[in-house]
Each structure stands twice: as structure tokens, then as C-alpha cells.
């Protein structure tokens, strides 16, 4: 059965304000960067600040490239994280053992098979689907949704490109279990946009009305 809504990740995070803004608005997870090679990075002192005192069924996910085992440990030890977003090259041993659920990204293609990469990940609470970028942060451009195969949508975050002008296509589109966004909503890198924001939340609420 189709579920009746669709869930909401804003990612990339940097100040309180846009974290209890995005909490306001209904967002289901809120996403946080802890891979140094980003301009949206938050280091542990800040993750602490903006983790502290959500309120329950919000989730707040700790995005990571390739990082060790210590300094997964040393992320969870400095905010309060309830879920795990891999984004590197990570095996699927590599995402276990942190007691946490996690997201597994993938960098979509035309070459990668995705429902292969879906089932070797099977212990992934989700599949978050992303543009292909030259490196491992996202290029915040739309991919070709027709590569999706539709039994997968059920388990789909899906990403890349999505603002308020063209979240609905993507949902009418796919049908993903959630959409993510961070460039779409912002005025510059980490600086969330209060009007893109709830122009955002009022498109997904109108895709599933429709």
C-alpha cells in the first residue's frame, strides 16, 4: 500500500535557527555533515549544539565519507545522532556494529545496478539516491529518475536537485518513501532560505494531496 505521505530529510545543517525552523515545518530528519571535505561540515562542538533537545520522531542523521571506525565512535560521542548516513565507498560491513540504523548512499549512473547495490545492502534501513558528482558530496542536480526501478521506490530517499519547483515531479515521478534537500532550500552553503524551506514543505504536502 502507498504510504499517504511523503517523509522529509533537510540536510546539511549549520545554525539552531534553521534547525528549529525545519523542526516547525514537519521535517521527519534532519541531517548533519561530518565529512571535513564539505562546506556544509559541522565540527563535534556545533553537531553538540544543534542535536540537543530534539523533540521525539525527529530524527537527526550524521552523514560520513569514509571515515574510520574511531571517528564514527568520536561523532556518535559528540551529539546526540539516531541514525547513520554512509556516503562514501563503504562495504556493508563497514556501516554495522554502531548500534544506529543507517541511510547507504549511492551516486546514481546508468552503470550502477540498483537493485543489486540495494540488495547487497539490504541491512540499510534505506537507500538514499544521489547524482553522480566527482566527488562524494552531492552536485545538487536532478539524475535521471527512470533509472529507479519501481519495486525499489519503497526504500527510497530520494536526492540531488530537488527544490520546491521541482520536488512534486519527483514525487509523482517515483514515488519515494522520502526526498531529501539541502542546496534547494538554501541561500548559500549551509545557510538555510526561510522561504524556500516552507515553499518546500507546502510542495510535498500538495504532491501527496494530488
Not at 571517528?71 to 544506529?100: K, N, T, V, W
Not at 537507500?127 to 539524475?143: C, E, M, R, T
Amino acid at each position: 500500500m502507498r504510504q499517504q505521505r511523503t517523509r522529509i530529510k533537510i540536510c546539511g545543517l549549520t545554525r539552531r535557527e534553521d534547525v528549529e525552523l525545519a523542526v516547525a515545518l514537519g521535517a521527519d530528519a534532519l541531517g548533519f555533515v561530518l565529512w571535513p571535505g564539505s562546506p556544509r561540515f559541522v565540527a563535534p562542538a556545533l553537531l553538540r549544539q544543534l542535536t540537543e533537545g530534539l523533540p521525539p520522531f525527529v530524527a537527526s542523521v550524521g552523514l560520513l565519507v569514509n571515515a574510520s571506525r574511531e571517528e564514527i565512535l568520536a561523532a556518535l560521542g559528540s551529539g546526540h545522532l539516531s541514525m547513520l548516513q554512509f556516503h562514501g565507498d563503504e562495504a556493508p560491513e563497514d556501516c554495522l556494529g554502531y548500534g544506529r540504523p543507517y541511510l547507504r548512499a549511492a551516486r546514481v549512473t546508468s552503470r550502477l545496478d540498483l537493485l543489486e547495490f540495494a540488495h547487497r545492502h539490504r541491512g540499510a534501513q534505506a537507500i538514499l539516491l544521489d547524482s553522480h558528482s566527482a566527488s562524494f558530496g552531492g552536485s545538487g542536480k536532478a539524475f535521471d529518475w527512470s533509472l529507479i526501478p519501481a519495486e525499489l521506490a519503497p526504500r527510497v530517499v530520494l536526492s540531488g536537485g530537488l527544490n520546491a519547483q521541482s520536488v512534486a515531479g519527483a514525487i509523482t515521478s517515483v514515488r519515494p518513501y522520502a526526498v531529501d534537500v539541502s542546496s534547494g532550500v538554501e541561500a548559500s552553503p549551509g545557510i538555510k532560505d526561510r522561504e524556500r524551506l516552507r515553499a518546500f514543505f507546502a510542495a510535498v504536502a500538495q504532491a501527496d494531496a494530488s
